[in-house]
Nanobody, 130 residues
Framework: QVQPVESGGGLVKPGGSLRLSCTAS????????AGWFRRAPGKEREFVAS????????????YYADSVKGRFTISRDSAKNTVNLQMNNLTPDDTAVYYC???????????????????WGQGTQVTVSS
């Protein structure tokens, strides 16, 4: 069992950047596939990006929603036991609460359904506004 904890949210102007981090005290966190989801006001939670666990493959694989491809980058820092989401060229449509998630299922499955998510963080607010 892991408890993801997000940090790094805040207020940024359109075109700006933010870096979200997700960490867990449990060392087993690195073996889980991890990802980021978001929920904008009045909308359902949606997939943003996911990354494979470090124990599963020798090659890390990442997956992105079409709306963030080319702007967002997900990565893992095994030494710090964290999963990061670098967000560039932000727009007001990116305003949402961002949630970190972990699962024993393949990372690619996170882009299909939230039902396979085993653990959720509490969320961090990202607001893009001038």
């Amino acid at each position: 069992q892991v408890q993801p904890v997000e940090s790094g949210g805040g207020l940024v102007k359109p075109g700006g950047s933010l870096r979200l981090s997700c960490t867990a005290s449990e060392r087993t966190f690195s073996s889980y596939a991890a990802g980021w989801f978001r929920r904008a006001p009045g909308k359902e939670r949606e997939f943003v990006a996911s990354i494979t666990g470090t124990d599963v493959r020798t090659t890390t694989e990442t997956y992105y929603a079409d709306s963030v491809k080319g702007r967002f980058t997900i990565s893992r820092d095994s030494a710090k036991n964290t999963v990061n989401l670098q967000m560039n060229n932000l727009t007001p449509d990116d305003t949402a609460v961002y949630y970190c998630a972990a699962t024993v299922y393949p990372a690619q499955a996170m882009g299909v359904t939230t039902e396979i998510v085993d653990y959720w963080g509490q969320g961090t607010q990202v607001t893009v506004s001038s």
